[in-house]
């Protein structure tokens, strides 16, 4: 167990539609990365949370945003659906310092099927 | 752009047999490298890491050494054990601690 918890576990949705994937980093961590793991593309990176601000982006949709609360928290939303958005999306935390900062621990991620 | 190149796969073996997994990576910087293990179902566990080069990485019998000079990072272990078999994918953190991944290899190991 990462210690990093992500919810739901599965989602069913259909095209169109709009759903919000929750993550909770590490105790500590101030840093949240999310990545989307599909069969065509492999892993790649989205957009990465420090403290609430946005940090970095990496191929995310104009349909897909995401957001840091001040609990840390995390959240991404995907809306207008379409079948390709059907993948695995994991969250990641680490450390805000220190030589482990780079070391990322992943949650179990949310599996999303568009319909 | 950095980016991340790994053996195709899957990889079968016997049980006890020798494990290497070829990983080699482009860079514009120095990043550090990881090795990540996916277990049917779940998700992605760190395996080891080495953040300069020469630094070996080794956990659970499984090791890889930073190569600067051939820009890899090979994952090794010498005795592999059915429950071994999993994905394994191998990672740099670029300089905004992103990680990049390469495409993965499947391992299946059989008793």
């Known amino acids: 167990d990462s210690g990093v918890t992500q919810t739901p576990k599965h989602l069913i949705t259909a095209t169109g539609q709009r759903v919000t994937l929750r993550c909770s980093p590490r105790?500590?961590?101030?840093?949240v990365y999310w990545y989307q793991q599909s069969l065509d593309q492999g892993l790649q990176f989205l957009i990465q949370?420090?403290?609430?601000?946005?940090?970095a982006k990496g191929n995310i949709l104009e349909r897909f945003s995401a957001q840091q609360f001040p609990d840390l928290h995390s959240e991404l939303n995907l809306s207008s659906l379409e079948l390709g958005d059907s993948a695995l999306y994991f969250c990641?935390?680490?450390?805000?310092?220190?030589?482990?900062?780079?070391?990322?621990?992943f949650g179990p991620g949310t599996r999303l099927l568009v319909l | 752009g950095d980016s991340v190149t790994q053996m195709e796969g899957p990889v079968t073996l016997s049980e006890e047999a020798f494990l290497t997994i070829n990983c080699t990576y482009t860079?514009?910087?120095?990043?550090?490298l990881f090795w990540y293990v996916q277990y049917p179902g779940e998700g992605l566990q760190l395996l080891l890491k080495?953040?300069?080069?020469?630094d070996k990485g080794s956990n659970k019998g499984f090791e890889a050494t930073y190569r600067k000079e051939t820009t890899s990072f090979h994952l090794e272990k010498g005795s592999v054990q059915v429950s071994d078999s999993a994905v394994y994918f191998c990672?740099?953190?670029?300089?905004?601690?992103?990680?990049?991944f390469g495409s993965g290899t499947r391992l299946l190991v059989r008793p």
């Open positions: 990641a935390s680490s450390p805000r310092t220190g030589a482990h900062r780079e070391t990322q621990y």
């Open positions: 949370y420090y403290n609430g601000e946005e940090r």
């Open positions: 990672a740099l953190s670029d300089s905004s601690y992103k990680l990049i």
């Open positions: 860079a514009t910087g120095y990043p550090s």
């Open positions: 080495a953040t300069k080069a020469d």
């Open positions: 105790s500590g961590d101030l840093s």
